[in-house]
């Protein structure tokens, strides 16, 4: 059976094995009232970090828990923490009580046995998550999430480009290079261990592999030299047409951004399908610049909270990330002017006056459509993470 298989068939196991226990929702949020959690969680852009202030405002008046965002660089340092804690045998009064993980971080962490344990089929709004239509609700870069996360927000990688100063853009990652030959100078990527800078080396991977069953199974189980050649074969060759001729590399999408806006570089990236025109709305780009992705598909995942093995508010973590999939924070979210961040919910299991609100969600100028959006790749096994920014450090990082 191949991995793509076996995760179908998950999937079906998975939905089978739901069940929402609403009998325990009274007592658990009885016994959050008066809590305090600690959500750490990225804290590098001022939009997330306002929404997160509206979600606190929220849970604090309904709820009566008080939330403090821990705002982060690097979650993996807090996942580290944590492991430095059970290795303490701090089994309780932990210093995180909610985080956002996903990918690689949620697995180490189910490895490790650093999650409080299944919590989301206790959780009543679980319900209106699009378990049947969004796959990777249900598995976070392959690994079963098995309702030891709960989703909050859809994600897709995009390239965005100033068409006032470009006449055509790339449709996949050899045209990236044509694109970049045509243009020198004008085209970067951001330096891996960054989130979006190992979003693109692993896109292009996906682009460029001859075979990409070996990308879908554990990175030890594979020849990882010879599937990552045409990798390395594309990034050699893009490297002296790149900016600052590839000796500098951007340190996240935030910095590409701004070059983008200053016209150093004619082509940037986000993993925010709604990030262009929230950019354009605010003054941080041009209104000349457009959304677009790569012919072949881009990768996408969802993006997840989850309680920690010894949190010290696990009920007042469950009534946050409860309402964090309400209809309400759901479609406030997904407004371009407040985040634009795609929803996780199923618009058709909700009753017709929030299906009315979603239906009535205004597309920015630069965002494109659910059908142009196109294909979603899923993200390859998580351990091919490390690997891949290990190698990119020793190729590239002098």
Do not use: C
Not at 181 to 210: D, M, W
Request: proline content about 6%; cysteine-free; aromatic content about 10%.
């Amino acid at each position: 059976m191949n991995t793509m298989l076996k995760i179908l068939v998950l999937s079906l196991m998975t939905l089978g094995s739901v069940a929402v226990h609403a009998d325990e929702w009274p007592a658990i949020t009885k016994k959050a009232r008066g809590q305090t959690i600690y959500f750490n969680a990225w804290g590098g852009s001022s939009r997330v970090n306002n929404y997160i202030r509206w979600a606190a405002t929220e849970v604090k008046q309904k709820y009566g828990v008080v939330v403090k965002h821990v705002k982060i660089t690097d979650i993996g340092d807090v996942v580290n923490r944590l492991l430095a804690e059970k290795s303490a045998h701090r089994t309780s009064g932990g210093s995180v009580d909610l985080m956002w993980i996903n990918g690689e971080n949620f697995k180490a962490m189910k490895k490790n046995q650093l999650l409080s344990g299944p919590f989301t089929e206790k959780l009543p709004n679980y319900r209106f998550v699009d378990t049947e239509n969004k796959p990777t609700v249900l598995f976070d870069f392959t690994t079963p999430v098995d309702h030891m996360e709960a989703p909050w927000g859809m994600a897709q990688l995009v390239f965005m480009v100033d068409t006032a100063r470009v006449t055509w853009h790339p449709s996949g990652m050899k045209q990236l290079l044509k694109f970049a030959k045509e243009h020198p100078g004008r085209v970067t990527y951001p330096a891996p261990p960054s989130f979006h800078g190992t979003t693109f080396i692993k896109q292009a991977l996906l682009e460029l592999a001859t075979d990409r069953t070996p990308l879908y199974q554990a990175v030890a189980l594979a020849d990882f030299n010879r599937v990552t050649a045409p990798l390395w074969e594309f990034l050699d060759e893009l490297r002296p047409y790149m900016w600052r001729k590839g000796k500098t590399f951007t340190h996240g999408a935030p910095e590409m951004k701004q070059l983008l806006n200053d016209g150093e570089i004619f082509i940037s990236l986000s993993f925010n399908p709604n990030d262009a025109s929230n950019a354009i709305a605010n003054g941080e780009l041009p209104d000349t610049v457009r959304t677009y992705v790569h012919e072949s598909g881009t990768i996408g995942n969802t993006h997840f909270v989850g309680i920690p093995f010894n949190s010290n508010a696990k009920e007042g973590a469950m009534v946050f990330a409860n309402y964090l999939m309400s209809p309400m924070a759901q479609l406030h979210k997904a407004k371009p002017s407040i985040w634009g961040d795609p929803t996780v919910l199923a618009v058709d299991k909700l009753n017709a006056k929030d299906r009315i609100m979603f239906n009535k969600l205004p597309l920015g100028i630069a965002t494109l459509s659910p059908a142009a959006l196109g294909k979603v790749l899923l993200e390859p096994d998580s351990s091919w993470v490390d690997a891949l920014e290990k190698a990119w450090l020793r190729r590239y990082h002098k």
